[in-house]
């Protein structure tokens, strides 16, 4: 089995910076796609940013130029870097990978529990 564990999250004061992680473990063959999606309380779960296993990123408008993914394949590992925070920007913040194990013959998606964040003065 895998699984993403987040980490990073907390309470930032709007225009400050928090960097994300999410780490995937188990019995991993490949990791294509990963992303990060995010969750506002009585709102549906948004795409944030994705990153293909070429390094080749996608951005939500309202995120774009201030966030940046970035992934280290080697620890099978997607960051996201988000400055200049907004409040709002608060919300549940899940990573999402496309991973094939060495048991399956196709990848299939697989979830974090998700990191909180909160920008509040």
């Known amino acids: 089995q895998v699984q993403l564990v987040e980490s990073g999250g907390g309470l930032v004061q709007p225009g400050g910076s928090l960097r994300l992680s999410c780490a995937a473990s188990?019995?991993?063959?490949?990791?294509?796609?990963m992303g990060w999606y995010r969750q506002a309380p009585g709102k549906q779960r948004e795409l944030v940013a994705t990153?293909?296993?070429?390094?080749?990123?996608n951005y939500a408008d309202s995120v774009k130029d201030r966030f940046t993914i970035s992934r280290d394949n080697a620890k099978n590992t997607v960051y996201l870097q988000m400055n200049s925070l907004k409040p709002e920007d608060t919300a549940v913040y899940y990573c999402?990978?496309?991973?094939?194990?060495?048991?399956?013959?196709?990848?299939?998606?697989?979830w974090g529990k998700g990191t909180l964040v909160t920008v509040s003065s």
């Open positions: 999402k990978m496309d991973v094939r194990t060495f048991a399956d013959r196709y990848a299939r998606d697989y």
């Open positions: 188990g019995s991993i063959f490949s990791i294509a796609a």
């Open positions: 990153i293909t296993s070429g390094h080749r990123t």
